[in-house]
Nanobody, 127 residues
Framework: EVRLVESGRGLVTAGGSLTLSCATY????????IAWFRQAPGKEREGVSC????????YYEDSVKGRSTISTGNAGHTVYLQMDNLKSDDTAVYYC????????????????????WGQGKQITVSS
């Protein structure tokens, strides 16, 4: 069973930076896709970014493109999302999601492609 655990600083200042981490456990397949989603208060959950374990290819939604970087560490078992120039609109619960056996990110991100989810991490951007 795939398990995902998000961590990161919960309160950040507008204009600052944040790095979220997702520790992963229990993949059955060599290929997998990891994505970040977020859900702001009163809004539907939306995709943020994605990375493929096969070739490291990445995808970013327009809302974070140009100010975010997704990467892996710990031999691919930890996924990081760095976000710069944070805005109040970035306030949300951030979720790490995994598609065990998936090969490449699909655009736009669709949460139905991901069967495993972390518990979520509240990120608040203060002005």
């Amino acid at each position: 069973e795939v398990r995902l655990v998000e961590s990161g600083r919960g309160l950040v200042t507008a204009g600052g930076s944040l790095t979220l981490s997702c520790a992963t456990y229990g993949f059955r397949f060599d290929d997998y896709v990891i994505a970040w989603f977020r859900q702001a208060p009163g809004k539907e959950r939306e995709g943020v970014s994605c990375i493929s374990s096969r070739d490291g290819s990445t995808y970013y939604e327009d809302s974070v493109k140009g100010r975010s970087t997704i990467s892996t560490g710990n031999a691919g078992h930890t996924v990081y999302l760095q976000m710069d120039n944070l805005k109040s609109d970035d306030t949300a619960v951030y979720y790490c999601a995994a598609d065990d056996g998936g090969v490449y990110c699909r655009a736009p991100l669709d949460e139905t492609d991901f069967r495993s989810w972390g518990q979520g991490k509240q990120i608040t951007v203060s002005s």
